[in-house]
């Protein structure tokens, strides 16, 4: 069993910067790829960043390529976002998500989810 509790959500403007964490409670926090999905009002969830176990393999879909960093401290049982050059249309509710498969596979399966924190860019 892995809980996720987000934090470090809030407002920034456009072209600010937020860095998002994700602190971990469970034994087996290092064995889990983990990951960051986003869902904005009416829109559906969409994937944000993927991160290997051992955090030697990331992945991240075109529109964040650049912009976002996804990392992990396995001794902290923490893994975070660095979100950089912030758009309105990245506002939405960020997830932290933890699988037991790999940086992209997460994409499709998921076993734990955080609860969310809130991101709005103000333009």
Known sequence: QVRLVESGGGLVRTGGSLRLSCAASGRTFSAYAMGWFR??????????????????????PGFVKGRFTISRDNAKNTVYLQMNS????????????????SSTEIRGHVDYWGQGTQVTVSS
Request: hydrophobic share 30%.
């Open 39 to 60: 869902q904005a009002p009416g829109k559906e969830r969409e994937f944000v960043a993927g991160l290997s176990w051992s955090g030697g393999i990331t992945y991240y």
């Open 86 to 101: 912030l758009k309105p249309e990245d506002t939405a509710i960020y997830y932290c998500a933890a699988s037991s498969t």
